[in-house]
């Protein structure tokens, strides 16, 4: 789920980079960093390389909050001192190459925001995170990299197919997930756990689809444009491509949909009668008004912030997300925003942050859709599973609901269970606030894994 905070500006910001370095040591390759924003920390990777005239060129990306590149600008490189501008993201770098900890140590400047550095050389997310449950090759089974057409879009979907070797027919799940352009592990803070639930459920005889997001990764399309029905409509591409396959048992293809992917499952599966289950991880249930207000006051309580910002916040963003639901043209919605925040005192900067974040396809969709009735529409079996202790798809607020739609509704074969002391990502949490995502460890706490595992065993029958 995104993290609405227009007023306050507590949002990730993606900056566009770029740094050269002509010195004894060879800056060709992957470098890495971390950055301290707002209480979260933010990973920045920099793909450097020399063309055949010697120029440097580059590119760089945020893999927590999205697998786009950007290309570099500009630079300019006096003895070990390095610095560059990037006109489009009105940021800047400042750094130098240090010889004795073979890092670059730099700030990184954007919209007032000055931002400490230090890049370390090297691809691989252990530089960073600490991730014991990262699955490893050799792989005892099949990966196959697969490419799909949504034939509505037109765009094409990237992603991995892994199955059990050997012949036969295999059940399959796809994964789908949650908000923000996400790749097809789900990365976030080093954590991939699509990777995980792929591996783990592979491993236990099912094949598994997973796929970068339209625009993510290397998937075309335009992420920006798309909303959720739109991301719907990448899933049934995806359950038709495993239906025209040989080794698919296309009677029992089911879908796994964490977050906003929770929402997107119960789409397909109300639309298509031939789905055979769905399992639901932190899926939202009520209406998406009353879910981002309270999700704006429990991550906020959960950050520490004072009851009475705590309450200007939700004030703010009630009144936000009202006009946006009662505006319909995108103009006139950000005239409205303006002049509302400008009533509040807001800065220049608040303000341009609020209409990036709320003027959006995505967002005016999200914000009045509510999710039951696509629950009350699924026949098939139904697992949903939800942390006591996230802050971001409250399951106090969801489960009870999923559960009483499910029964009114005539399903008899569901099973939903809010598992103690986890959070969204279903990470056994102290202070269980999405800053603190980063500094676990552990990406699923294999008590969850099991659990599905064993659901999925008594449910979906294998050949």
Request: hydrophobic share 40%; charged share 25%; with cysteine.
């Amino acid at each position: 789920m995104r993290n609405l905070y227009p007023y306050l500006i507590c949002c990730l910001i993606v900056f566009s980079t770029f740094l050269q370095c002509v010195t004894a040591q060879d800056l060709s390759g992957t470098w890495q960093g971390r950055m301290q924003f707002m209480k979260f920390d933010i990973r920045i990777v920099f793909h450097l390389y020399k063309d055949s005239t010697g120029n440097w060129h580059g590119t760089t990306e945020s893999p927590d909050q999205s697998s786009k590149k950007f290309d570099i600008d500009q630079l300019e490189v006096l003895g070990d001192s390095i610095s560059f501008e990037i006109f489009d993201m009105n940021a800047s770098f400042q750094g130098r190459y240090n010889s004795d900890s073979s890092a670059i140590m730099g700030k990184l400047s954007q919209r007032g925001f000055k931002l400490p550095l230090k890049l370390l050389k090297g691809d691989a997310d252990d530089l960073l995170y600490n991730r014991p449950q990262r699955p490893r090759p050799p792989f005892p089974y099949t990966c196959e990299e697969v490419r799909i057409i949504q034939r509505v879009s037109g765009d094409t979907l990237a992603g991995t197919f892994t199955k059990p070797n050997g012949p036969g027919k295999f059940p399959a799940i796809i994964l789908i997930s949650g908000s923000g352009a996400q790749d097809r592990d789900e990365s976030v803070f080093g954590h991939k756990p699509f990777l995980l639930l792929a591996d783990f459920l592979t491993r236990r005889g099912y094949a598994v689809l997973r796929c970068d997001d339209r625009g993510t990764g290397a998937s075309t399309g335009n992420f920006s444009t798309a909303t959720t029905a739109d991301f719907a409509l990448d899933a049934e591409a995806q359950v038709a491509f495993l239906r025209h396959r040989k080794d698919i048992q296309r009677n029992r293809i089911g879908l796994l949909g964490h977050s906003e992917g929770g929402i997107i499952a119960p789409m397909v599966a109300a639309k298509d009668a031939k789905i055979a289950f769905v399992i639901l991880l932190a899926a939202p249930a009520i209406d998406m008004f009353d879910l981002l207000l309270a999700q704006d006051s429990l991550v906020s309580k959960s950050e520490g912030m004072k009851r009475k910002d705590m309450t200007e916040l939700i004030e703010t963003n009630t009144h936000l997300f009202n006009i946006l639901k009662e505006t319909k043209d995108t103009a006139g919605l950000q005239q409205k925003i303006v002049d509302y925040l400008v009533s509040t005192n807001a800065s220049d900067a608040e303000i341009e942050v609020a209409i990036q974040q709320l003027c959006t396809p995505w967002m005016e969709w999200y914000v009045g859709f509510d999710p039951a009735k696509n629950i009350a529409r699924v026949k098939c079996p139904v697992l949903a599973l939800n942390g006591e202790k996230d802050v971001q798809v409250p399951a106090m607020i969801n489960i009870p609901v999923i559960e009483s739609i499910l029964v009114s509704s005539g399903n008899r074969n569901h099973e939903v269970s809010i598992l103690p002391g986890l959070n969204h990502l279903f990470q056994p949490c102290k202070k269980c606030s999405v800053a603190e995502y980063k500094l676990i460890d552990q990406t699923m706490d294999p008590s969850v894994l099991e659990k599905i595992g064993v659901w999925m065993d008594r449910n979906v029958r294998r050949p």
